[in-house]
């Protein structure tokens, strides 16, 4: 990757690759997940939290050696252990749902998930005997020239019983070319003892799929975005051009809202129903928009909240905001929310009046059905009360004004 941050942690749509994979025994509801670590250790500790037990792999010695460093923690576990890569941020939850099913039915002591691809290169492959049955998984390195161009391949994801795959560990022997301890080297330990290993072919090519470059990390990212669209608008969003519409992991998108094209939403953003975004606008994290509404192009939102019916159409931004029902946010406007130290908040009451590149400078208040005048500075730490009009640089409430109609 080139980079200073631990592969596992780069991000894909908002999320790190490393968080993809850990959803899978989530959603399974695994006994216990371990996490093997070893390259920057505190920082994927720091990043994944108490989704996972640490486990350190203080010398990297292969996937044989990392597995066998949980054998203490699986000491006496009789079930079933599912080893899956840190990298696979594509892997399909479905997919291994599948997989752990006929791994039950046949009861091996091992299952393999295999993928055929157009492009082994790199993979480990899956070598099968004249009958069509499994023999053994040939690594990349140690392939002979007709085992490279087989194009089955070792998507790295298994299931062993627990006391078979640490017990064949013990044995696993360091690959001489490479100075590391193969996992797949189980495999043939185990059919060598008269162990059952099965198969699992999955025809989703993407399950094999590991980040190990930038290029890579564009190539997840673009397959993850379109499942992410296809989810919302498979439960009732308008997408009207999902090429360029960018929306990131974990977003949550009412019924019947509109997304305009070149709009970006960010992770941890919550979007009512009947809204209408973009085009052109970015949705940052920490945002909560209400039901119906409407951020138009070139307008931009960070940490606030915005009650039932606001609307934000032109070239502004709301940053640390809270924003009362049904008021207008106008072209231009800005809440300045940062003093060059902290992030200050801005509240502002429901049907309040924000002029045309007005700025709050916060923290302050604007209360309930206020306006603020065009081009006006309301300073730092000053409020204008309910239903009282403030004009000017800085802004001073000259008089009473009607509360606007809903």
């Known amino acids: 990757m080139k980079s200073q941050l631990p592969k596992v942690l780069h991000k894909v749509c908002g999320k790190p690759v490393l968080e993809y994979v850990?959803?899978?025994?989530?959603?399974?509801?695994?006994?216990?997940?371990?996490?093997?670590?070893?390259?920057?250790?505190?920082?994927?500790?720091?990043?994944?939290?108490?989704?996972?037990?640490?486990?350190?792999?203080?010398?990297?010695?292969?996937?044989?050696?990392?597995?066998?460093?949980?054998?203490?923690?699986?000491?006496?576990?009789?079930?079933?252990?599912?080893?899956?890569?840190?990298d696979t941020p594509l892997l399909s939850k479905d997919v291994v749902v599948s997989m752990l099913r006929e791994h039950r039915r046949v009861k091996p002591s091992a299952t393999v998930l295999t993928a055929t691809v157009a492009c082994p290169h790199g993979y480990g492959r899956i070598l099968r005997d004249v009958e069509g049955a499994f023999k053994a998984i040939r690594e990349q390195k140690d392939a002979a020239f007709e085992e490279a161009k087989i194009n089955e391949i070792n998507v790295?994801?298994?299931?062993?019983?627990?006391?078979?795959?640490?017990?064949?560990?013990?044995?696993?022997?360091?690959?001489?070319?490479?100075?590391?301890?193969?996992?797949?080297?189980?495999?043939?330990?185990?059919?060598?003892?008269?162990?059952?290993?099965?198969?699992?072919?999955?025809?989703?090519?993407?399950?094999?799929f590991g980040v190990n470059t930038r290029e890579d990390l564009a190539q997840a990212q673009s397959v993850i975005r379109q499942r992410i669209l296809s989810q919302h608008m498979l439960a009732g969003v308008t997408i009207v051009d999902p090429l360029t519409t960018f929306i990131e992991a974990g977003v949550k998108i009412g019924q019947d809202t509109v997304i305009q094209p070149m709009?970006?939403?960010?992770?941890?953003?919550?979007?009512?129903?009947?809204?209408?975004?973009?085009?052109?606008?970015?949705?940052?994290?920490?945002?909560?928009?209400?039901?119906?509404?409407?951020?138009?192009?070139?307008?931009?939102?960070?940490?606030?909240?915005?009650?039932?019916?606001?609307?934000?159409?032109?070239?502004?931004?709301?940053?640390?905001?809270?924003?009362?029902?049904g008021t207008n946010i106008g072209a231009g406007a800005v809440t300045a929310n940062y003093d060059g130290v902290n992030k200050n908040k801005t509240l502002i009451g429901p049907k309040a009046f924000i002029g045309s590149d007005a700025i709050l400078v916060a923290p302050n208040q604007i209360g309930a059905g206020a306006v603020v005048g065009a081009g006006s500075v309301v300073a730092h730490g000053k409020n204008v009360p309910a239903g009282m009009l403030a004009v000017g640089v800085p802004a001073r409430v000259i008089k009473k004004v009607l509360l606007r109609k809903s």
């Open 22 to 86: 850990l959803d899978i025994p989530k959603a399974l509801r695994s006994l216990k997940t371990y996490v093997v670590i070893g390259h920057g250790a505190e920082q994927v500790k720091k990043a994944v939290g108490q989704d996972a037990e640490f486990v350190i792999q203080d010398k990297l010695l292969g996937t044989g050696d990392a597995v066998n460093r949980c054998a203490s923690h699986l000491k006496g576990f009789t079930g079933t252990v599912l080893v899956l890569c840190g």
């Open 156 to 208: 790295g994801v298994y299931c062993f019983e627990a006391a078979d795959l640490f017990e064949a560990l013990k044995k696993v022997r360091l690959n001489p070319f490479k100075k590391e301890y193969y996992l797949t080297d189980v495999i043939e330990l185990l059919r060598a003892k008269g162990k059952k290993v099965g198969t699992f072919t999955t025809q989703d090519e993407t399950s094999a």
């Open 263 to 325: 709009t970006v939403i960010h992770a941890d953003v919550r979007i009512g129903k009947n809204c209408s975004i973009g085009p052109m606008a970015r949705i940052r994290p920490g945002t909560r928009i209400s039901d119906g509404v409407e951020i138009g192009n070139f307008a931009e939102v960070s940490r606030s909240s915005l009650g039932r019916g606001v609307i934000q159409k032109h070239f502004s931004f709301l940053g640390d905001a809270t924003v009362g029902a």
